[in-house]
């Protein structure tokens, strides 16, 4: 039986080109490594390298081997990390999913804190819609979740961290006042998000607002789409309060923005992760 040690010796030769340079690489002699070549040769029955003072090349039976070598150490690292994981929690990889609307504006505030509360953690951040990472969590293909709330999270565990206010953002031409009631916008049809983004549904719901009020003329991917639109005064918008703190209306000198009074339209900012996952503690407490 091939052990993983002497599959290391293998690719390391194959990638120094060196017996002396892959047993430094290795941590182990240079007889050692030798030793451990031969003894691989010995149960396959094959030659994998040819041997001279200037040159160590694979033979095709090397070749086909080293690319199975690779192919096992890989699996055996993922293997060590997902067992690592699950006996120690916080030293594993942690899949962490946010949305657009979320990410650019929140992860450079809340990343630290992550790191902090998992230090050993290989953090891994993507950002997708809603959707997607609510079904890769329940998959067991994403670990932790930063989405805005309220959403359908079937059986997955939710804990909301904050709320946060909209801001309309109309053309300088609109003349709209710089505060302004939800009653004030019962009449516009707003420029929203495409379908799949969930600020689109929690703007209409803040807002009181029946689907129809999205504008048929044009639907975004994302925010700064949606800014320039209303900076050639081609509609009226709605901001989430961390995005404009984010100066993103700075490239849009067009744009301004009006503040809500009275019943001021709100989104939820949350984690959500899978209620059996060990970590479920930690991510409380953040």
Same mark, same amino acid.
């Given at each position: 039986?091939? &052990? ?5 010796y ?7 080109? &060196? ?20 003894? +691989?040769?010995?149960?396959?029955? @094959? ?17 086909k ?12 690292? #993922? ?7 699950? $006996?120690?929690?916080?030293a ?23 790191e ?9 951040? $993507? ?11 329940? !998959? ?6 930063? @989405?805005?709330l309220?959403?359908?999270? *079937? ?7 904050? !709320?946060? #206010? ?12 710089k ?7 019962? #009449?516009? #049809?707003?420029? +929203?998000?495409? !379908? ?7 703007? @209409? ?6 689907? !129809? ?21 081609y509609?009226?918008?709605? +901001? ?5 703190? $984010? ?14 009074? *009275? ?7 949350? @984690? ?11 991510y409380?407490?953040?």
């Amino acid at each position: 039986m091939y &052990s993983i040690k002497h599959l290391q010796y293998l690719v390391a030769v194959a990638e120094e080109k &060196s017996f002396s340079t892959a047993a430094i690489r290795c941590n182990v002699t240079q007889s050692t490594l030798s030793l451990g070549i031969q003894e +691989l040769e010995r149960q396959m029955d @094959l030659i994998l390298f040819e041997r001279s003072r200037k040159n160590i090349i694979p033979t095709p039976a090397g070749k086909k081997a080293i690319i199975h070598a690779r192919d096992i150490l890989s699996k055996s690292s #993922d293997f060590q990390s997902d067992m690592m994981s699950m $006996s120690h929690p916080n030293a594993g990889p942690l899949r962490v999913g946010v949305i657009p609307t979320i990410a650019p504006y929140f992860l450079p505030q809340f990343l630290p804190q992550i790191e902090s509360k998992f230090p050993d953690s290989q953090i891994h951040i $993507s950002e997708d819609t809603t959707e997607v990472i609510l079904n890769k969590i329940a !998959e067991g293909k994403m670990d932790l979740g930063v @989405l805005a709330l309220p959403v359908n999270t *079937g059986d997955l565990e939710t804990s909301m961290m904050f !709320e946060e #206010d909209f801001m309309l953002a109309s053309h300088q031409q609109d003349k709209i006042s710089k505060t302004i009631s939800l009653e004030n916008i019962s #009449d516009i #049809d707003l420029l +929203l998000l495409r !379908e799949g983004h969930c600020l689109k549904d929690h703007i @209409l719901s803040a807002c009181k607002l029946p689907p !129809e009020k999205q504008s048929q003329f044009f639907e975004a991917e994302s925010l700064q789409t949606l800014l320039a639109m209303v900076n050639q005064g081609y509609g009226i918008t709605l +901001l989430p309060d961390m995005a404009v703190k $984010s100066n993103i209306t700075a490239s849009y000198p067009n744009v301004q923005l009006s503040k809500f009074t *009275g019943n001021i339209p709100t989104r939820q900012i949350g @984690l959500v992760w899978r209620r059996t996952d060990l970590r479920r503690q930690d991510y409380l407490s953040l």
